[in-house]
């Protein structure tokens, strides 16, 4: 069975390593999407590759969106709606983020 997750994280550094052995250490996670399966996946690797959204692929299973607070709403609305008390947890969390800083959304499958 495959697994799917997504984190919001901030980028540490300037100089982003975008090779397979450094580019975790180059995000430190704010918090996870919840649950919702591959279309979260599939819209940070579509968006990357449709250059909606900076980034690239990471490794085999991992891709990462270089985006603002907004394009991180874009994107969970891109994904799937959320209306339980998961995603109303989840999208508190996004209004807390600041609005002129750049986060790292990293997207895997397992």
Known sequence: MTYHGIKVAIIKSDTFAWTEDNWN?????LFEFPPIGSS???AVMNGVTSGK???????WGAWL???????????????QPMTSSQGAAFMKNVESLDAG????????EL
Request: proline share 0%.
């Open 53 to 59: 959204y900076e980034g690239r692929q990471l490794d």
């Open 40 to 42: 979260g996946f599939f």
């Open 65 to 79: 969106a270089i985006v603002s607070k907004e394009q991180v709403t874009e994107l969970i609305r891109d994904a």
């Open 101 to 108: 800083t750049k986060y790292g959304i990293v997207a895997w």
């Open 25 to 29: 250490e180059n995000v430190e996670t």
